[in-house]
């Protein structure tokens, strides 16, 4: 009968409604007449929730898929006849007689027999889903509590053998937490043993600090069994401290200072209240003062005012200091100091005067001439010269010394802010020293592994008066984000020189550690870097911005914790947009442009319109179309760069393109000719007025030679206002915005971190080390 009636509804359906062929098709799968409903696996997760009658030989077999029945268990009492509704085929009703029904498999029921099907095969990654979905839905289910602690148990062991003993651990405590009851003296056993092993992997990695704090965690939640593994690794620990600590001594005694001060704190991290530990730090810091940073990015050039390398622009200010150095952001552009005195810009703005006061300055910083200032500022407008620098030649039309600490720069028209133009390394040349030598008090040691060292110069140590400064300033890479964190709360570091918002967020929590953002972002966007035919091409460039979802690769990057972080948007253009509207630093920032959105569709169709205008010249030009090569993306050596670009890439993929990922060596961040199409830079473009050019600009990262785009720096570097400056700018962002001569991304606002212990670091610092020579160590 349940055969006659699913039939002749089949056949009514196909004759009222369009499209019956596929619409029966669908229908068909919901029922049949024989044999049993196909094996879903994990496509059953895909389904709304369903239950399967299955009939008796006796009416004609064959089986169901209906919608939920009201009662989710097989009646006492199964008499008269059942009605319900076949899927495909709500909301008509069907019925049969009990006598027909053979048996009943309700939906709850397969999914904790897919689970403990799959947890038997030890299918624990297949289990998860199906286990998750009864948790959430079903939660009173009896012998779901059972359910999911075999699959702890089981998965926990299965890890434990594959050598992932965190995992296992994890499991076993979660297991432990959940039903205490469940194989306890297995569970206990199990957790004892994980915990010695998982131990001995943290020491043999030296992650003590890590295995101190989880050994008190454990101590304390299983003080009740007694574990004898506990026991056992205390009494290892501390023998262990001890040794770490007479051997900080011995490297004391040997005035092998940094080997000692290694060894104390990992005698600490050991056991924290090991006797006379904290003395031994505090001894080992006043006999040979040293900070010691983390980064995530190691430095292998050095220059405070370079664009793309964040490195660079932090090591850089340890050795060295600038002509003009940007101290903040005032109403009208940057807060440019003049590093041998005063500087004061006339009314009409067509006279900078430089007014020398070397009296307060240390050595070598004290000895300049004022002749060879005056010739360094003309060789920066003379094309021979190697300082030579296109805006500052534009702007500048006279160089006058008058008197013996007065030079007066005449200006050929008026100029909003002229000290933007004058960021020079001053380096040792300048006193008659070598050229690339130290003018800051720090130089650079040696690099070994994962260490950069920078000592006090001779002239430093000698002006020593404060037995506090740092003697030696060590950056220590670290692989990612994670790793630094945790080493800078152990002690291990003193500083982290860039911390990510989510990672500030927890921080802030530790009353030992200090978090301060900076004052600046930084704007990260992808250079184009080679002459691959389509990365040329306009459509093509917005088919690629169109093909990324940069919100959410943001919002990934940010982390749950750091979601929402002041400052932290998706741009539009390649200028910074401010950490607010208010803030000064957006002046270059239309806020009426929206970043283009995330649209796979239309990235695919201007990928295909820029295929087709590339055939067609080619075909004018009777020459061979070029080929759509896959996409070399390169990025730096550093964590968050590393997702981002995979992550960029897998969302190309998508839209049919193949990516190729480039690494960079540490410290770098350009690829060399021909490695890479693409290139993934965080800028510091904290002067659009300036940097506008070494961004864009024919010899700028870009390297553009749009004819547009150039007339519009043109007119930039021509303003006379403020005014002008800011339409000129906003012209250059509408402009880039659809030209893009570079793909903008985001902003990113960071933050640093250090210890309390380290004095005179600064709150509202534009670099890690701009008060270097003020740091002092608490002892």
Same mark, same amino acid.
């Given at each position: 009968?349940?055969?006659?009636?699913?039939?002749?509804?089949?056949?009514?359906?196909?004759?009222?409604?369009?499209?019956?062929?596929?619409?029966?098709?669908?229908?068909?799968?919901?029922?049949?007449?024989?044999?049993?409903?196909?094996?879903?696996?994990?496509?059953?997760?895909?389904?709304?929730?369903?239950?399967?009658?299955?009939?008796?030989?006796?009416?004609?077999?064959?089986?169901?898929?209906?919608?939920?029945?009201?009662?989710?268990?097989?009646?006492?009492?199964?008499?008269?006849?059942?009605?319900?509704?076949?899927?495909?085929?709500?909301?008509?009703?069907?019925?049969?007689?009990?006598?027909?029904?053979?048996?009943?498999?309700?939906?709850?029921?397969?999914?904790?027999?897919?689970?403990?099907?799959?947890?038997?095969?030890?299918?624990?990654?297949?289990?998860?889903?199906?286990?998750?979905?009864?948790?959430?839905?079903?939660?009173?289910?009896?012998?779901?509590?059972?359910? @999911?602690?075999?699959?702890?148990?089981?998965?926990?062991?299965?890890?434990?053998?594959?050598?992932?003993?965190?995992?296992?651990?994890?499991?076993?405590?979660?297991?432990?937490?959940?039903?205490?009851?469940?194989?306890?003296?297995?569970?206990?056993?199990?957790?004892?043993?994980?915990?010695?092993?998982?131990?001995?992997?943290?020491?043999?990695?030296?992650?003590?600090?890590?295995?101190?704090?989880?050994?008190?965690?454990?101590?304390?939640?299983?003080?009740?069994?007694?574990?004898?593994?506990?026991?056992?690794?205390? +009494?290892?620990?501390?023998?262990?401290?001890?040794?770490?600590?007479?051997?900080?001594?011995?490297?004391?005694?040997?005035?092998?200072?940094?080997?000692?001060?290694?060894?104390?704190?990992?005698?600490? +991290?050991?056991?924290?209240?090991?006797?006379?530990?904290?003395?031994?730090?505090?001894?080992?810091?006043? /006999?040979?003062?040293?900070?010691?940073?983390?980064?995530?990015?190691? *430095? @292998?050039?050095?220059?405070?005012?370079?664009?793309?390398?964040?490195? *660079?622009?932090?090591?850089?200010?340890?050795?060295?200091?600038?002509?003009?150095?940007?101290?903040?952001?005032?109403?009208?552009?940057?807060?440019?100091?003049?590093?041998?005195?005063?500087?004061?810009?006339?009314?009409?703005?067509?006279?900078?005067?430089?007014?020398?006061?070397?009296?307060?300055? !240390?050595?070598?910083?004290?000895?300049?001439?004022?002749?060879?200032?005056?010739?360094?500022?003309?060789?920066?407008?003379?094309?021979?010269?190697?300082?030579?620098?296109?805006?500052?030649?534009?702007?500048?039309?006279?160089?006058?010394?008058?008197?013996?600490?007065?030079?007066?720069?005449?200006?050929?028209?008026?100029?909003?802010?002229?000290?933007?133009?004058?960021?020079?390394?001053?380096?040792?040349?300048?006193?008659?020293?070598?050229?690339?030598?130290?003018?800051?008090?720090?130089?650079?040691?040696?690099?070994?592994? $994962?260490?950069?060292?920078?000592?006090?110069?001779?002239?430093?140590?000698? +002006?020593?008066?404060?037995?506090?400064?740092?003697?030696?300033?060590?950056?220590?890479h670290c692989s990612n984000a994670g790793d630094a964190v945790e080493r800078l709360r152990r002690g291990d570091i003193d500083v982290l020189d860039q911390l990510f918002p989510a990672d500030a967020a927890r921080l802030r929590k530790n009353k030992d550690i200090t978090v301060v953002p900076y004052p600046l972002p930084t704007v990260h966007m992808l250079i184009p870097c080679s002459d691959h035919p389509y990365i040329a091409n306009d459509n093509f460039r917005r088919a690629l911005v169109y093909g990324m979802d940069r919100e959410n690769i943001l919002n990934m990057l940010l982390g749950k914790e750091g979601a929402g972080s002041a400052g932290c948007r998706v741009l539009s253009g390649p200028f910074p947009a401010g950490l607010d509207p208010q803030d000064p630093l957006g002046y270059a920032y239309d806020q009426d442009i929206k970043p283009h959105p995330f649209e796979p569709s239309l990235s695919r169709l201007l990928k295909q319109v820029a295929i087709n205008m590339m055939e067609e010249e080619a075909k004018r030009n009777k020459e061979t179309p070029p080929k759509l090569r896959e996409i070399r993306l390169a990025?730096?050596?550093?964590?968050?760069?590393?997702?981002?670009?995979?992550?960029? *890439?897998?969302?190309?993929?998508?839209?049919?393109?193949?990516?190729?990922?480039?690494?960079?060596?540490?410290?770098?961040?350009?690829?060399?000719?021909?490695?890479?199409?693409?290139?993934?830079?965080?800028?510091?473009?904290?002067?659009?007025?300036?940097? *506008?050019?070494?961004?864009?600009?024919? !010899?700028?990262?870009?390297?553009?030679?749009?004819?547009?785009?150039?007339?519009?720096?043109? @007119?930039?570097? $021509? /303003?006379?206002?403020?005014?002008?400056?800011?339409?000129?700018?906003?012209?250059?962002?509408?402009?880039?915005?659809? $030209?893009?001569?570079?793909?903008?991304?985001?902003?990113?606002?960071?933050?640093?971190?250090?210890?309390?212990?380290?004095?005179?670091?600064?709150?509202?610092?534009?670099?890690?080390?701009?008060?270097?020579?003020?740091?002092?160590?608490?002892?």
């Amino acid at each position: 009968m349940i055969r006659t009636l699913l039939l002749l509804a089949i056949l009514l359906a196909g004759c009222l409604i369009p499209g019956v062929e596929q619409s029966a098709q669908a229908q068909i799968q919901s029922y049949s007449r024989q044999g049993k409903p196909p094996e879903l696996g994990l496509d059953l997760l895909r389904q709304d929730p369903y239950d399967l009658i299955f009939f008796t030989p006796q009416s004609g077999g064959g089986w169901a898929m209906v919608t939920p029945l009201p009662f989710r268990d097989m009646p006492s009492r199964r008499d008269g006849k059942l009605e319900f509704e076949v899927m495909g085929l709500q909301p008509k009703k069907f019925g049969a007689k009990w006598t027909e029904i053979e048996r009943i498999d309700f939906w709850e029921k397969r999914l904790e027999q897919e689970t403990s099907d799959r947890i038997a095969g030890g299918d624990f990654t297949g289990a998860f889903p199906f286990l998750s979905i009864l948790i959430r839905d079903y939660p009173t289910r009896p012998g779901l509590r059972n359910l @999911r602690s075999d699959f702890l148990f089981k998965n926990a062991f299965q890890r434990a053998e594959k050598g992932e003993r965190g995992e296992a651990l994890a499991l076993l405590e979660e297991l432990h937490q959940y039903n205490p009851e469940y194989r306890q003296k297995e569970v206990i056993n199990g957790i004892s043993g994980t915990t010695s092993t998982l131990m001995r992997s943290l020491m043999e990695e030296k992650q003590y600090a890590i295995a101190q704090q989880l050994l008190v965690r454990l101590k304390k939640s299983y003080k009740a069994y007694n574990l004898e593994s506990i026991s056992r690794l205390e +009494n290892e620990f501390l023998q262990l401290a001890q040794e770490k600590r007479d051997q900080a001594l011995k490297a004391l005694e040997a005035k092998d200072y940094r080997l000692a001060r290694t060894r104390a704190i990992e005698s600490i +991290n050991l056991k924290p209240d090991i006797e006379g530990g904290e003395k031994l730090v505090s001894d080992i810091a006043k /006999a040979y003062p040293m900070v010691r940073v983390g980064v995530l990015q190691a *430095a @292998r050039e050095f220059d405070p005012v370079r664009l793309d390398s964040w490195a *660079a622009r932090r090591a850089g200010r340890l050795l060295y200091r600038n002509l003009f150095e940007i101290h903040g952001v005032l109403p009208e552009g940057g807060d440019y100091r003049f590093l041998f005195g005063d500087s004061e810009l006339s009314a009409d703005r067509k006279l900078l005067t430089l007014n020398l006061n070397l009296s307060k300055l !240390e050595p070598p910083l004290d000895k300049l001439g004022i002749d060879f200032l005056a010739d360094q500022l003309a060789n920066r407008a003379r094309p021979e010269q190697p300082e030579y620098y296109t805006p500052w030649a534009a702007a500048v039309d006279g160089i006058a010394i008058n008197g013996p600490r007065r030079i007066d720069l005449t200006l050929r028209r008026p100029n909003v802010l002229p000290t933007c133009l004058l960021q020079l390394n001053v380096d040792g040349s300048w006193f008659g020293g070598e050229a690339g030598e130290p003018t800051n008090d720090y130089k650079l040691g040696e690099i070994k592994g $994962e260490e950069t060292r920078f000592k006090l110069t001779d002239i430093a140590k000698s +002006n020593l008066s404060d037995p506090s400064k740092p003697q030696e300033i060590v950056e220590i890479h670290c692989s990612n984000a994670g790793d630094a964190v945790e080493r800078l709360r152990r002690g291990d570091i003193d500083v982290l020189d860039q911390l990510f918002p989510a990672d500030a967020a927890r921080l802030r929590k530790n009353k030992d550690i200090t978090v301060v953002p900076y004052p600046l972002p930084t704007v990260h966007m992808l250079i184009p870097c080679s002459d691959h035919p389509y990365i040329a091409n306009d459509n093509f460039r917005r088919a690629l911005v169109y093909g990324m979802d940069r919100e959410n690769i943001l919002n990934m990057l940010l982390g749950k914790e750091g979601a929402g972080s002041a400052g932290c948007r998706v741009l539009s253009g390649p200028f910074p947009a401010g950490l607010d509207p208010q803030d000064p630093l957006g002046y270059a920032y239309d806020q009426d442009i929206k970043p283009h959105p995330f649209e796979p569709s239309l990235s695919r169709l201007l990928k295909q319109v820029a295929i087709n205008m590339m055939e067609e010249e080619a075909k004018r030009n009777k020459e061979t179309p070029p080929k759509l090569r896959e996409i070399r993306l390169a990025h730096p050596a550093d964590n968050m760069s590393r997702i981002a670009c995979q992550t960029i *890439a897998d969302q190309w993929k998508l839209t049919g393109l193949e990516v190729e990922l480039v690494e960079l060596p540490p410290g770098k961040t350009m690829p060399d000719p021909d490695q890479a199409d693409l290139c993934y830079v965080s800028t510091a473009i904290w002067e659009p007025i300036l940097d *506008a050019r070494r961004v864009l600009g024919p !010899e700028g990262l870009a390297k553009c030679e749009d004819q547009l785009l150039g007339l519009g720096l043109r @007119r930039l570097e $021509e /303003a006379l206002n403020w005014g002008e400056v800011r339409q000129r700018l906003l012209d250059l962002h509408f402009i880039s915005h659809h $030209e893009l001569p570079v793909i903008p991304l985001w902003q990113m606002v960071d933050s640093y971190a250090y210890r309390k212990n380290l004095r005179g670091v600064g709150r509202n610092i534009i670099s890690l080390y701009q008060n270097a020579d003020s740091w002092r160590i608490e002892f």
